[in-house]
């Protein structure tokens, strides 16, 4: 095979990954906006072109961190990439059931009147299993709740959101640097050090954009209860509370009593 021959399939697969990417993009960027519209489906929502743009460059860093890192450490772990999507996969699929089933409710007889009790099991199956082929990826900006009427919590849940990408950013940073130890020739001819700093900094920004929707561009922020403006002063209040409280303490000398009045 030649220089051109490779050049010419090097830019192919380069041109239909750009044109997954995009894809995969819009496909997020719409289940961001059902998302709004389904949890504030009483007020009438309207998204700015900011917004538009916040939220394309926040889901376009994620998804192109995630699976670059996935491609990354498959190419080095191939059965272990597998394993680990397998892994990721079943724990967000059981995830909702066992909260469901830990709730003690009963199953929805709202989302079909024709359906059986086997049918509805059935339409719940597939919802989860597209909530977690989502959220392996990226985060569906919905949390799945089978026991709730609408199956969807219309409630901002700010620590689902936490916990969601601290595990996600642990986990490839992970994956990254198992890579970066185990990687094979193939990429000496690329500053690897460059590479991997490149991918933590992008999945930062994917989070930056994010909090800096929800703060600012969020079409209903002035319905949250708190923000993430709040949870940051929250966090200053204490960390300034436990400064204080240290210097207030009196020094200790044996055999004094001291008294605070």
Same mark, same amino acid.
């Given at each position: 095979?030649?220089?051109?021959?490779?050049?010419?399939?090097?830019?192919?697969?380069?041109?239909?990954?750009?044109?997954?990417?995009?894809?995969?993009?819009?496909?997020?960027?719409?289940?961001?906006?059902?998302?709004?519209?389904?949890?504030?489906?009483?007020?009438?929502?309207?998204?700015?072109?900011?917004?538009?743009?916040?939220?394309?460059?926040?889901?376009?860093?994620?998804?192109?961190?995630?699976?670059?890192?996935?491609?990354?450490?498959?190419?080095?772990?191939?059965?272990?990439?597998?394993?680990?999507?397998?892994?990721?996969?079943?724990?967000?699929?059981?995830?909702?059931?066992? !909260?469901?089933?830990?709730?003690?409710?009963?199953?929805?007889?709202?989302?079909?009147?024709?359906?059986?009790?086997?049918?509805?099991?059935?339409?719940?199956?597939?919802?989860?299993?597209?909530?977690?082929?989502?959220?392996?990826?990226?985060?569906?900006?919905? !949390?799945?709740?089978?026991?709730?009427?609408?199956?969807?919590?219309?409630?901002?849940?700010?620590?689902?959101?936490?916990?969601?990408?601290?595990?996600?950013?642990?986990?490839?940073?992970?994956?990254?640097?198992?890579?970066?130890?185990?990687?094979?020739?193939?990429?000496?001819?690329?500053?690897?050090?460059?590479?991997?700093?490149?991918?933590?900094?992008?999945?930062?920004?994917?989070?930056?954009?994010?909090?800096?929707?929800?703060?600012?561009?969020?079409?209903?922020?002035?319905?949250?209860?708190?923000?993430?403006?709040?949870?940051?002063?929250?966090?200053?209040?204490?960390?300034?509370?436990?400064?204080?409280?240290?210097?207030?303490?009196?020094?200790?000398?044996?055999?004094?009593?001291?008294?605070?009045?």
């Amino acid at each position: 095979m030649d220089d051109a021959t490779v050049t010419l399939t090097v830019s192919s697969l380069a041109v239909l990954m750009g044109i997954c990417l995009v894809s995969v993009t819009y496909g997020a960027l719409v289940c961001n906006v059902l998302a709004i519209q389904i949890k504030y489906d009483d007020y009438k929502i309207r998204l700015r072109p900011l917004a538009f743009i916040c939220i394309i460059l926040w889901r376009c860093l994620e998804i192109s961190t995630r699976i670059t890192i996935l491609v990354f450490f498959g190419s080095v772990f191939k059965h272990y990439a597998l394993a680990i999507g397998v892994a990721n996969f079943l724990v967000l699929f059981f995830l909702p059931w066992i !909260q469901f089933w830990r709730s003690g409710a009963e199953l929805p007889d709202h989302v079909e009147k024709n359906f059986s009790r086997v049918g509805t099991i059935f339409v719940l199956c597939s919802i989860t299993l597209l909530y977690a082929g989502i959220n392996v990826f990226c985060w569906s900006a919905v !949390q799945l709740r089978l026991s709730d009427r609408d199956l969807i919590s219309k409630s901002q849940s700010w620590w689902y959101l936490v916990v969601y990408y601290v595990l996600r950013g642990v986990e490839n940073s992970v994956l990254l640097i198992l890579w970066y130890i185990f990687k094979t020739d193939f990429y000496e001819y690329i500053c690897m050090p460059m590479l991997v700093v490149q991918l933590i900094v992008a999945y930062c920004l994917a989070i930056t954009f994010m909090l800096f929707f929800f703060q600012y561009l969020h079409p209903c922020r002035r319905l949250f209860r708190h923000n993430i403006a709040d949870f940051l002063e929250c966090v200053c209040c204490k960390s300034r509370q436990t400064a204080s409280s240290s210097h207030l303490e009196p020094p200790y000398e044996p055999g004094v009593r001291h008294s605070i009045v």
